[in-house]
């Protein structure tokens, strides 16, 4: 394939899950106003936790092998059938942690009253990984984006429904997404007809075993993620309780835009990376997709901590107006982690999943020494949660060194590491000075926006000349 072709394929795929899914993504992003309005800081909170709490449970049940299933149906030595099937199998017997799963939380006062929502939660997601994994390894592009368009409705409907005429509360909120990804499940199923690529007759175990050896590490490698993107909540809500915890929690909606984007981006590179890696000139392609995605990275984290104040009187009800001072510091921390990601994509190219893990695992063991060592220094003070902030930035910032250290490694493309370090200087200098509101801060982040714009002038000049031609054609 020409190299011309290589970047339409990629940019072709992300316009049509970009298309599909982020003015709905969007729109989830403005329930946060209703979530803020119609809950309290202490039911935010709760509900919150009892969601990451099913997220990171879900590998557990799924056995990780919603990854399995997209890397191995793309993998030609294997029928696409049966690793769809094997799929199921897989969670089939990760099922048989369920009832330990029960016994424990039913135990926890925290959560005994939820214990149902947690189970229904965790299978409606496993199941619709599954799903929605493998459409995606067969390059149904669409339809991976039409479903994800009809998961974000139901969620939203569901939400309103659930929240305002019922008024479930905390059920509702948790409800609304479990059932939006069974609905989307069956959706799938019927649409794509995924019922006849589901056979158990001559499965073969060599197939299940491989795919359990390559997702039985991403098992301790999600759950670092979470330990590092989520574990400071839970310090937070026992150190602090739930009210500073529930200022966090939705503070930590707004640098979570950016993942939204890097998700739809993401769906589309993993295919394209995929089918790159035999090709001799992988490694330049790696070197341009990389050098145009963290420049498009770095200009919208920009735009975040700039305008945070602004978000945050948008998107939050009245006593949830103060989350915005976490808003810069997150964004940051959400730039290192979407920079993770990216690198991480050669881990998946060339089944190196036990880098996934080592990086992973050092990052939640910072985090969780920094959380220890931070969050108590600012107890009582009115940025109670400060220290889980930068406790999670800092996590992110090693991932991210030593997973560009391990991928350059596999794979030797270009990091065009001093114009990545100058631009993460830009960044915290704008969060600083928006966090502390130094004095002319409004004029400040003017006089570094320009800056990161001089600094990406070549990328930016090469993306609008691209652009203006597609337009022409």
Known sequence: ??????????????????????????????????????????????????????????PFVSLGIGEAVFRFAMDKQYKQSEVFTQGFVAVGIGAIFLPMIAVVFLNIDYFDSYVPLLILYILSSAIHTNCSQYIRAKALFRLYAIQGLLNTLLTIGLNVLFLIPLDMGITGYVLSVAVADFLSSVFLFAVAKLWRD????????????????????????TISWWITNVSDRYMITFMQGDSVNGLYAAAYKIPTLLMVLIGIFNSAWKYSAVEERSQSNSALFFSNVYHTFSTCLILVSGGIIAFSKVFSVMMFGEAFRAAWVYIPILTLAMAFSALSSFTGTIFIVEKKSRYSLYTALVAAIINVVLNLLLIPLFSGNTIGAMGAAIATLFAYLVMFALRLFFSTKLVPYRTYLVETVLNFFVLIAMA??????VPYWMLWQVVFGVLLLVLNRKVILTLLRQGIALIKR
Do not use: C, H, W
């Not at 709760?46 to 969601?51: G, R």
């Not at 600083?432 to 509101?437: D, G, S, Y």
């Open 1 to 58: 394939m020409s190299d011309e072709k290589k970047y339409k394929r990629l940019l072709s795929n992300t316009a049509t899950v970009g298309i599909g899914t982020l003015g709905s993504k969007l729109l989830v992003y403005l329930l946060v106003r209703l979530y803020t309005s119609v809950l309290s800081n202490e039911e935010f909170s709760i509900a919150s936790n009892i969601t990451e709490m099913a997220t990171l449970l879900i």
């Open 198 to 221: 589901i056979s158990f007759k001559g499965l073969q175990k060599s197939t299940l075993k491989a795919m359990l050896i390559y997702s039985l590490p991403l098992i301790p490698t």
């Open 432 to 437: 600083i000075t928006m966090t502390l509101e």
